[in-house]
C-alpha cells in the first residue's frame, strides 16, 4: 500500500463503520419493525470507493490484507495502462505517485463483493489477480497509521 501505507507502520482499523446484521435477528428483538429480506445488512454503510480496507482471503490464519476499494457491488472495472476506469470513466487518484503499465479487465463486480487494489500497483496482488472480493471478508476501515 506504499506510498499511503510502509512497511513498519501500525495502523488501526474501524471494525464498527461496517458492522453487518441479519435483518431476521433484528425483528427477533424488535418485533415493531418491518424488516425485508435475509441478507445481511450494513449498520451504517457498507464499503465504499477509495476506502481502504482490512480484509482476509480465506482464513484470517493465513495473514491480513490492506487495499483500497475501487469497485463497488455493479461496476464494471478496467485497468488500461495503469489507469483505472469505473463505468469507463476514468478514477482520479491522487494517492498513486506511478502508474503501472499493465492493463486487465474489464470486470464486473458482482453483488456483495468490491475490486480492491494496492496503491503500490506494479507490485501488488489484488482483484487483478485474484478478482473481486466478498464483502464478508472484510473487517473493517483503515483508521490511523502511526
Partial sequence: MEPTLHDADYLLANKLIY??????????WLTFINVEGEAPVFACHPPSQRDVVIFSRENPATGYFVKRVVG???DLVEVRRGQIFING??????????LSKDSSGPALVPTHSHY????????????????PIPEESIMGRAWVSF
Fill in 89 to 98: 470513466t476514468a478514477l482520479d487518484e491522487p494517492y498513486i505517485t506511478a
Fill in 116 to 131: 480492491v487494489l494496492g496503491d503500490n500497483r506494479s507490485a501488488s496482488s489484488d482483484s487483478r489477480l485474484w478478482g
Fill in 19 to 28: 458492522l453487518r446484521f441479519n435483518p431476521k435477528s433484528l425483528k427477533e
Fill in 72 to 74: 463497488e457491488p455493479g
